[in-house]
Each structure stands twice: as C-alpha cells, then as structure tokens.
C-alpha cells in the first residue's frame, strides 16, 4: 500500500507538472509566433503604404518623369527593398510604367493585371503573394505598389525552426526537472509513511522522520510537528508508566491492609472480644476501602475537569471568608506540628465560582504547605486584587521542590519525594491545577530547595 501510494502521489504530481508546464509552453510559443508575424505583417504594410503615398507626391509634383526617377534612384541606391510599381492610364488602359521585382517576370504583372481596380494579394507561387496597395492620382491615373512577402516567409520559416528546438530542449529540461522536483517534494512525505508503517508494525515510537534544512516549506512543518508529536506521545506513554507505577504502589498498602484487616475479622472466632475485634477490623477495613475510593474519585475530577465537562454551580465566591474557613479546618494539624499559619490582613476579595471546588483548591495547597513545613516554620496567605484578578498566595518555609522537579508537580501521582516519607496519593497539586484552569485561572509555583515555596493562584474577578 506504501508502495502504491508512492507511485501514485509522485505519479499524479508528475503528470500534473507536466501537463501544465507543456501547455503553457505552447501557448507562450504559439503568443510569440503571433505577435512576431503579426509585428512583420505589419510592418510590410507600412512599408508599401509609406511607398505609395511618397510616390504619389512624387508624380503629382512632377509627374510620370519623376516618379520614374523616384523610383530608378531607390533602385540604384538599393534604401529598400525592392518593390513593384505599375501606373496605369485613366480610364483603364495599359501601363505606362512598370517595375517589378526580381524573379517575378512577366507572371507577376499578368497576375497583377485581374486588380487594377484595388489592390490586393495576387500569388506569384504555392509559398508566397505580392501584396498590393493601389491609389487614384488627381488625373485619374491609378499608381499600384506591391510588395512580396517571401522575406517575410523565410524569417516566420527560420523562426518556427529555432523555436521548435528551443521549445523541445525546454520540455525536455522541464519536465526532467519537474520530476526531480517533484521527487524532491514528496520524498518527505515517503519518509513520513515509513515511519507510521514502522510504528505500526514495530509498536516503537522512538523513530523519527528526517527534517530537511528548509524555513517555511509546508511538509517539513508537517514532519516537525509529527516528530513533536511523537515526542509528545513518548512522554505521555513514559508519564503514564510512572503514574501506573505510582497507583499500583499507592493502592498496593490500602490493599494489603484491607486484606490483612478481613482476614482477622475472620479469625477472630467467636471468643470473648471476638465481636469487638471484628468491629475493630472492619472499621480498619473501611477506612482503607475508603482511601482508595477517595484516589478514584479525585482521578476522576481531574479528568472531568481537563475535559471540560465538570459541572461548575457558580456563585459569589469571598475569597478571604473560603480563606479563613480552610485555615480553621487546618488548625489542628497546624498545631499539632507546630506551624504557624497567617492569613495576611486585607479587603474582602470576590469571584464567581464553585465555592467547594475552590475550598478544595486552598485546602488542598494548605495541606500542601504544612505537610513540608519542618517544626517551627509558618505557612503565608494573601489575598489581593490586581487589576481583573484575584491573587491568592501561599507561601511557606518548607524544604523547596528541586529544579527538576518542579515542572512536573502538577502531573498525576507525581511525588517530587521518591522516598514518600509524607503520606499522599500525589493527586493533590494536579486537582488544584484542574479546578483553577476550569474557573479560567492559572497557578503557579516558585521554589528553591531550603528555601520554601510559593504558590500563586490567580482567578478572575466577578464584575461590580
């Protein structure tokens, strides 16, 4: 199938460039040949037209003795070329003088004779005619001059040769060069199924089509774009390998523990404090069931939300209030590790937006921040208005997020800690981006290791 798409593509553009390109070969040569006969026609018309008239004036000024001597003179001096001449008598008679052109004889003027009357093109053979232009001088004498065509002919004649050989030497380099540039052209798009077929039939991705050197050429676009795009993809599959590795690590304890929790339900008999042991397995049991649950259902919000298709119930949204409610909600666990948590002093911030999916943003970066604030740090959060947005910030005193690592913090199960010494189902910054990108914010991060963290959420402003 490659093969025959090769064939056919290359062949289709083939014979289209060279369709195009002999046709508008032959009419650029069939335009030329018109316009340079039609320019000599022209010009011979011009030439015994000026003669006549130049001859006329001749005879009327000085009668038949110096037409005759007009026309010896031109003879001799060889100005033009050479011309046939004839004045008949009024009233139709014989010529009283005649001058015709050499290799035309007695024919020519037997020929002329049937025209007397207006000129015109008699024929001396197959190939060529003596043109005529005919005048009615003030006495009633007729003055004729002709003009043979036969130069005319034999230029049109060798013109019509060298074209021809110009014109065939052109095809021939064009269309030679049109399939090479032809070839040229398509060949980028032959590297490109190559490739897909090797990726189909190989399963890899780690091929890539050749790129050329071209600016601005539409198929080498095409072939950047889809080596970026298999790059893309060989980082979703690379991705995905590591946020199934980090689920089946993540479920493998809640697993575990709810195994191990039914199995001694199981054996707890029916001694005494059997039922309280098994009341105490299960409960255990469904704490954990309910960990993996909680795992599948912030997954799935995040992909409704990146789909478009969560369903937000906007309201006014007060920023500070959500704020001071989240740091409440946290305050046990601020203190139980002894970090402090401020809510900057400000006016009253308001959006529209879901007013539980915005709890969860901040609950979830606070969480964020006193989970990696060591004892004794503090945890920032200001609320301002800049411009047409609202500006929410978090900053704390923790251990920074690496270089490296902080691109990829709001990717899925991604846990900048590879030890997992804090507990987390690494879901957590991947909501907080979800949910602020589907109310038409942004967040972002700032770090340095030793040095904290900020996060910096902004949301647009509910217009007064």
Known sequence: MGMSLKRTLGLRLSVWYATVFILSTVALVALTYALLASSLVQRDHDIVRATLREYMTRYELGGLRALRSAVELEERTGGRERLFVRVIAPGGADAVFTRVPPGWGDFAQEELGEGQGGGGAVPHDERAVLEVATGRLFDGTILQVGKSNEIRLALLRKFQWIIGVVSIVTLVIGVTGGLILTRSTVQPIYDLIEVVQGIIHTGRTATRVPV????????????????????????????????????????????????????????????????????????????????????????????????????????????RELLSEAVELYEDVSDLKKVTVTLEPGDEVVVSGARDRLRQVFANLLDNAIKYTP???????????????????????????????LPRIWDRLYRADPSRSERGLGLGLSLVKAYVEAHQGTVEAQSEPGHGSTFTVRLPLTPL
Not at 299 to 308: F, K, P
Not at 378 to 405: F, K, L, N, P, Y
């Open 212 to 319: 050329r050197s071209l600016q601005g050429d539409a198929v080498d676009e095409l072939t950047t774009l889809f080596n970026a795009m298999l790059d893309r993809i060989n980082g979703l599959i690379v991705a995905m390998g590591q946020s199934l590795d980090n689920v089946a690590h993540d479920l493998r304890t809640p697993l575990a523990r709810l195994r191990a929790n039914a199995e001694r339900a199981l054996q707890a008999g029916d001694g005494p404090g059997s039922r309280e042991a098994q009341r105490e397995a299960l409960a255990d049991a469904l704490e954990e069931s309910e960990r993996i649950l909680s795992m599948l259902n912030t997954l799935m919000d995040i992909s409704e939300a990146e789909t478009g298709v969560l369903q937000l119930k906007r309201e006014p949204v007060a920023l």
């Open 375 to 405: 004892e004794g740090g503090s945890v920032r959060i200001a609320v301002t208005a800049d411009g047409s947005w609202a500006v929410v910030t978090v900053a704390d005193t923790g251990s920074g997020i690496g270089a490296q690592d």
